[in-house]
């Protein structure tokens, strides 16, 4: 549930923010009359998430089981993919996305206001639900009531959170807050990117291939499935999800988790370091 928190959080808290930037310059420039063209993006935008959303799971609840191996795969691998392009966009970009805002809608503002500000608004926030509905398709199809509520908690504070900052003036740095949240994320990814192995190597197995040992288990902690600090019990899936977690990992799963956080980690934080 935490990690499906931590994603919704994220990119609705990204999608706020950016929303509120451009209200926040409508409002300081006495465009506040143009304020309703952001919404109608907004409400727009939400809608089509919520549409892709039913569409995916449509899809997958269609499909046979072995099938399901190779959907769940690949909606893990299409998550880190975009999960780490936007990581390391929020790190080059964080500290000017403001001003690269406000600039954008000053431009809008003074050419087509009306069509400039809905479709502005309706990318940015259709952006942020696509990339949370590919974030949170692995966790829905193994947890779909833990998926829900941590999603819904994430999107409620991270709006509160985020209209907080609009009635301070935007005085957050907007790029302090998003490094920190990026060593989390990344760690939640790199637990994807071995959650989606595993899938594959279920796939492969169902399928009669024989991979060697790369589906063999590279550790076992012991664990049995009704203690609780198992990775499918009450304390183990928390860390399961978060981290990557499993009592009795692959060593496919383990190479690639391992490879992800190796490159990953030291990578954002040089680019951190040197954009700074």
């Not at 409002?27 to 952001?38: D, E």
């Not at 957050?172 to 990814?189: D, E, G």
Request: aromatic letters at 14%; one cysteine or more; proline letters at 2%.
């Amino acid at each position: 549930m935490l990690g499906q928190y931590l994603i919704t959080f994220r990119e609705a808290l990204e999608a706020a923010l950016i929303t509120a930037i451009i209200l926040s310059y409508l409002n300081r420039t006495g465009k506040r009359y143009l304020t309703c063209y952001v919404w109608y993006g907004v409400i727009l935008a939400v809608v089509a998430s919520l549409v892709v959303n039913v569409l995916i799971f449509v899809v997958y609840s269609a499909l046979d089981r072995l099938s399901q191996f190779l959907f769940e795969a690949l909606a893990s691998f299409i998550a880190v993919i975009v999960l780490s392009s936007m990581i390391y966009w929020m790190t080059v970009k964080g500290k000017s996305v403001k001003q690269e805002m406000e600039k954008r809608i000053e431009v809008i503002t003074t050419k087509g206001a009306v069509v400039g500000l809905t479709s502005v608004a309706f990318v940015i926030v259709f952006r942020e639900g696509l990339e949370t509905v590919l974030f949170l398709a692995p966790f829905i199809f193994e947890d779909a009531i833990s998926t829900f509520i941590g999603g819904a908690a994430g999107l409620i504070t991270s709006f509160l959170f985020s209209y907080g900052i609009f009635l301070a003036g935007m005085k957050i740095s907007l790029r302090n807050f998003f490094y920190f949240t990026s060593i989390l994320l990344i760690l939640l990814a790199g637990g994807l990117a071995g959650y989606g192995i595993h899938e594959l190597i279920e796939y492969y197995k169902e399928s009669g291939v024989r991979l060697g040992y790369i589906a063999e288990p590279a550790f076992n902690l012991g664990i049995s499935a009704d203690n609780p600090f198992h990775h499918k019990g009450i304390l183990g899936s928390i860390f399961a999800v978060m981290f990557g977690y499993s009592v009795s990992p692959e060593w496919g799963r383990v190479v690639v988790h391992f490879t992800y956080l190796v490159i990953m980690l030291p990578l954002m934080v040089w680019l951190h370091e040197k954009e700074g």
